[in-house]
């Protein structure tokens, strides 16, 4: 299994920035997808932005060109940088990973962490 752990809660002005981390422990040699979901109040979790250990990225349409995505595989760290904050960003945010043992593939979370845009 592996382990993740996020930082970064926050609570920011509507337009500001914030960035959000997370680090892996546990079982990383098995990490294939990193990446972040989010849950606002009353609503699934979705998607934020996910990053194969080869590049590839994907974003929520309504966070593309706003929030980037980056991860670090020698230090097992994905990062979340958002930009142009709105207050319909507000949410919880969850790190995600995909790990694959045998032919089995894992989903990981993280604890969570709130960030509230808010003026």
């Known amino acids: 299994q592996v382990q993740l752990v996020e930082s970064g809660v926050g609570l920011v002005q509507p337009g500001g920035s914030l960035r959000l981390s997370c680090a892996a422990s546990?079982?990383?040699?098995?990490?294939?997808?990193m990446g972040w979901y989010r849950q606002a109040p009353g609503r699934e979790r979705e998607l934020v932005a996910t990053?194969?250990?080869?590049?590839?990225?994907n974003y929520a349409n309504s966070v593309k060109g706003r929030y980037t995505i980056s991860r670090d595989n020698t230090k097992n760290t994905v990062n979340l940088q958002m930009n142009s904050l709105k207050p319909e960003d507000t949410a919880v945010y969850y790190c995600?990973?995909?790990?694959?043992?045998?032919?089995?593939?894992?989903?990981?979370w993280g604890q969570g962490t709130q960030v509230t845009v808010s003026s």
């Open positions: 546990g079982s990383v040699f098995s990490i294939n997808v």
């Open positions: 995600y990973c995909s790990s694959l043992i045998g032919l089995r593939t894992y989903d990981n």
């Open positions: 990053l194969t250990t080869t590049g590839i990225t």
